[in-house]
T-cell receptor, first 112, second 113 residues
């Protein structure tokens, strides 16, 4: 079963614009992570935010977490054609459960 | 520093056959997790191996089994293949059952005909 639900399912923007992707989840979490996947191959870890954090930055990435609404958003600023990929949120639930649960993903297309 | 390596990259099997996929974790990692990703979907957790034992399992039938070797590498075995087993199989490694950052291999694309 999938914990996270990303929104929108697909996003198309012009190079230089900002891209905002949202993720909602259902259970209490220890942390939430965002991954990128190019052309259906391996996933690459982008950024992690812990349940006691509200916002984190890494380069052109900004992630927020609202545990009261069980939601997160990923902002990519000044997008580039190379940012074209699928983006997934993944949650690590609280407790001894050590697996990550992924959402269905968002397809981002950045037009040159 | 070698990342996570998976073999083979592509595989074609017929229904009822058995398949073995292999994974070598990133240098220094001791935990391997396997995920199945159907087309257009997110990765689904199959199971996780640490210290040569299956530590956690997702909602997959017993046809899916695995193994971890003393050098931390791992195998995923699927018996009695079904058409619905066609998917990208991803291996991810981490350190000590950690769930803070997974390193993924490029996956094995399995097609069942």
């Amino acid at each position: 079963s999938q914990q996270g639900e990303e929104d929108p399912q697909a996003l198309s923007i012009q190079e230089g614009e900002n891209a905002t992707m949202n993720c909602s989840y259902k259970t209490s979490i220890n942390n939430l992570q965002w991954y990128r996947q190019n052309s259906g191959r391996g996933l690459v870890h982008l950024i992690l935010i812990r349940s006691n954090e509200r916002e984190k930055h890494s380069g052109r990435l900004r992630v927020t977490l609202d545990t009261s609404k069980k939601s997160s958003s990923l902002l990519i600023t000044a997008s580039r054609a190379a940012d074209t990929a699928s983006y997934f949120c993944a949650t690590a639930e609280t407790g001894a459960n050590s697996k990550l649960t992924f959402g269905k993903g968002i397809t981002l297309s950045v037009r040159p | 520093d070698a990342g996570v390596t998976q073999s083979p990259t592509h595989l074609i099997k017929t229904r009822g056959q058995q398949v073995t996929l292999r994974c070598s974790p990133k240098s220094g990692h001791d935990t391997v997790s396997w995920y199945q990703q159907a087309l257009g979907q997110g990765p689904q957790f199959i199971f996780q191996y640490y210290e040569e034992e299956e530590r956690q399992r997702g909602n997959f039938p017993d046809r899916f089994s695995g193994h971890q070797f003393p050098n931390y590498s791992s195998e995923l075995n699927v018996n009695a293949l079904l058409l619905g087993d066609s998917a990208l199989y991803l291996c991810a490694s981490s350190l000590g059952l950690g769930r803070e950052k997974l390193f993924f291999g490029s996956g094995t694309q399995l097609s069942v005909l």
